[in-house]
Nanobody
Framework: QVHLVESGGGLVQAGGSLRLSCAAS????????MGWFRQAPGQEREFVAA????????YYADSVKGRFTISRDNAKNTVYLQMNSLKPEDTAVYYC?????????????????????WGQGTQVTVSS
């Protein structure tokens, strides 16, 4: 069982930056690949970024590539999402998620259904 708690959301102007954090409970954090997803009002939850167990491999949605960076600190049981050059279309509730899958491929890490545990979400609002 993994319990995830996101923090760091808020209101920021377009072009600004935010760093989201996701703290995980349990002593097996390093055995989970982690992902960030987001959901805007009236839209489906969509993939943002994912990181492998050691942090050596990452995937990004095309819409955030070059602006967002996912990282993790296994000693602190925490995964981060650094968001730069924010745009109004980045406005959404951001969720972190953990998957116990034993392979790390683009197809697996981008699917909502691949993740076993989810946080409660943190709101990010980007004003124009």
């Amino acid at each position: 069982q993994v319990h995830l708690v996101e923090s760091g959301g808020g209101l920021v102007q377009a072009g600004g930056s935010l760093r989201l954090s996701c703290a995980a409970s349990g002593r097996t954090f390093s055995s989970y690949a982690m992902g960030w997803f987001r959901q805007a009002p009236g839209q489906e939850r969509e993939f943002v970024a994912a990181i492998s167990w050691s942090g050596g491999s990452t995937y990004y949605a095309d819409s955030v590539k070059g602006r967002f960076t996912i990282s993790r600190d296994n000693a602190k049981n925490t995964v981060y999402l650094q968001m730069n050059s924010l745009k109004p279309e980045d406005t959404a509730v951001y969720y972190c998620a953990a998957t116990a899958a034993r392979s790390f491929t683009a197809a697996q890490t981008m699917g909502v259904q691949e993740y076993d545990y989810w946080g409660q979400g943190t709101q990010v609002t980007v004003s124009s």
